[in-house]
């Protein structure tokens, strides 16, 4: 199985284990990563499997402006312990270009359906554990947009009959 495959196939197990107030997330995936987020593109969580480290990174990210990294930071260092109660072995840290995050190396494995499993408990257990702290820790100045719960082809007619109403 390619690394694509296995990181498609996590969507839907993520679904299924997380709570049901946060089944409705956002996700990208290419065949090197795959992101999941809610109200923030840049606030997300990834999973990176990076074959020639030897690793897979799992956690949260923020990837937005300095300051806004910088306060989440803050936020999940003063959280560090209720992080480290539910996430063992997660790590709250600085990191390339002025962000942050709140992660875990995994030993790299080659892709397969047993591993999109474990990947998907894995990143289910971070967004279960960070999500409710991102949510009340966020600066109410940072962007924040639910995802619709709607089907995207209804999404998509319900934005053309409001165009066309306000042609």
């Not at 593109?41 to 402006?65: M, N, Q, S, V």
């Not at 306060?71 to 999940?76: C, E, G, H, N, Q």
């Not at 998907?120 to 966020?138: K, M």
């Amino acid at each position: 199985m390619q690394s694509a495959e296995c990181l498609r196939r996590v969507r839907p197990l993520v679904r299924e284990r997380v709570p049901a107030d946060l089944r409705e997330f956002q996700w990208e995936s290419y065949s090197f990563q795959s992101k999941l987020w809610y109200g923030n593109k840049a606030l997300h969580y990834e999973i990176w499997p990076r074959e020639k480290l030897g690793t897979i990174e799992i956690g949260l990210h923020f990837e937005a402006d300095p300051l806004t990294n910088a306060r989440l930071l803050a936020a999940f260092r003063a959280n560090a312990k209720a992080v480290r109660r539910k996430l063992v072995d997660a790590q709250v840290e600085e990191w390339d270009r002025g962000w942050a995050r709140v992660w875990q190396p995994l030993p790299y494995r080659k892709p397969d359906a047993q591993l999109a499993v474990e990947l998907a408990e894995r990143i289910a257990a971070y967004v279960s554990a960070l999500e409710p702290i991102l949510r009340r820790e966020l600066p109410s100045d940072v962007a924040w947009a639910e995802p619709a719960t709607r089907p995207r082809r209804a999404r998509a007619a319900a934005k053309s009959r409001t165009e066309s109403a306000a042609r």
